[in-house]
């Protein structure tokens, strides 16, 4: 008797240690206009990067959604859902049932949280289930979105670099040390806006992807020297790529501006609300992309254009090592950050079986997939139970 109570003990102990929801920091850096390629140039070793690899995972590249320009990008990737869904159709929108407009850059109106309220970005859903999130410069953070904020949101307000990156990184880490913080995202835009001034690839840009490496780098020193490296998960991605523009097409030589409620030009895609009675587009077939302004690269095109690729890598507990991944599209990173922090995600365009090869899910593994979470917790409980019983009687 003594030693059935003892297995029964054993066995109730296991069941219940081994269905523990757990959950892992998460590290999150977007690095804006970072071109699948870049991280292979020839004549740009990125040792930092090049032991992320080693140490992790890495998508052959990331399909964005289309248009392949910003915000509809960062709102993809952290809702887990497409463009048509979650509402960012560009980086220049137009309400029409309240008139207000949505311009990249800082107008007022884009912290109202009509453009914002259709997806649930991950620091929402963390935030819902008790995670706490800190922010650095992530467009979208300073918005009540759903009527919840992140714990902290240090919003953007000019270019960053990767001297900004770093300082994020010396806060961010701090805060996964003294245990304040859950997840931690980082936005850096300096590699996009080098992209768009001097030309994708361009000298200036293999600087930044240089500057960017050495903060990897020392990152991945930091993360060790003060334990948390095999207890951080990091992911690193980019919201689309870059090309030099090739083609300026005059919108006013197929288009009258006078026919239209609303002209928003996004460079390579433009937003037209004709009035009543103009809409015949066959008057205009000519008209796909109309390019304006000094910039040298850009982006935007469809996604069939190799250029118009994403990065994505990963590493940390979560992940594989030393992986090169089929390619992946950016909706289904949602699924993969709700899974590592442990938290159940809202419904999104992520297909789990497209990315679960990338991930360690065993049952020594730091996380396990929700849905294995509930079932098994639900066993648990019958456990449980069950051992209450035998102890009482
Ligand atoms: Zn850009």
Redesign the pocket.
């Known amino acids: 008797m003594e030693i059935l109570k003892k297995i029964t003990i054993l066995i109730c102990a296991i069941n219940i240690l081994g269905n523990e929801v757990q959950s892992s920091k998460l590290l999150l850096i977007l690095m804006?206009?970072f071109r699948w390629d870049y991280i292979d140039l020839p004549d740009v070793p990125l040792p930092g990067f090049q032991q992320m690899f080693r140490e992790g995972v890495r998508a052959k590249y990331m399909v964005s959604d289309f248009p392949t320009t910003?915000y509809p990008n960062y709102y993809s990737i952290m809702t887990g859902l497409h463009c048509e869904n979650h509402g960012f159709v560009g980086n220049y929108m137009y309400d029409v049932a309240t008139g207000k407009e949505f311009l990249i850059g800082g107008n007022q109106d884009m912290s109202l949280p009509i453009w914002w309220d259709d997806g649930e970005p991950l620091w929402v859903t963390a935030e819902k289930q008790d995670k706490s999130s800190y922010l650095y410069y992530w467009s979208g953070c300073e918005v009540t979105i759903r009527g919840v904020n992140p714990t902290y949101c240090k919003a953007w307000t000019v270019p960053t670099y990767s001297a900004d990156l770093t300082t994020a990184l010396s806060e961010g880490l701090q805060l996964f040390k003294n245990n304040s913080a859950d997840l931690v995202g980082i936005y850096l835009q300096s590699v996009?806006r080098y992209g768009?001034m001097y030309g994708a690839a361009s000298d200036k840009v293999k600087d930044s992807l240089r500057a960017v490496d050495i903060v990897m780098h020392d990152m991945l020193s930091n993360l060790s020297s003060i334990g948390l490296r095999d207890k951080v998960n990091i992911m690193i991605f980019s919201d689309h790529g870059m090309v030099n523009r090739t083609r300026v097409v005059n919108l006013t030589s197929h288009l009258d501006p006078d026919d239209c409620v609303e002209i928003l030009p996004e460079m390579n895609t433009i937003g037209i609300w004709p009035k009543p009675g103009k809409t015949d587009k066959s008057k205009n077939p000519e008209i796909d992309q109309y390019v304006s302004g000094p910039m040298i690269g850009m982006?935007g095109f469809d996604t069939s254009n190799e250029e118009m690729r994403a990065f994505f890598a990963a590493s940390g507990p979560a992940f594989k090592k030393n992986v090169v991944h089929r390619p992946i599209r950016n909706v289904e990173l949602y699924q993969i950050m709700c899974h590592i922090l442990g938290i159940k995600p809202a419904p999104n365009n992520g297909t789990w079986s497209n990315v679960k090869d990338m991930l360690n899910l065993g049952v020594s593994s730091a996380t396990k997939s929700n849905i294995d979470v509930s079932v098994m917790t639900s066993f648990s409980v019958v456990i449980f139970f069950q051992c209450i019983l035998f102890f009482q009687f």
């Open positions: 804006d206009g910003s996009d768009h982006h």
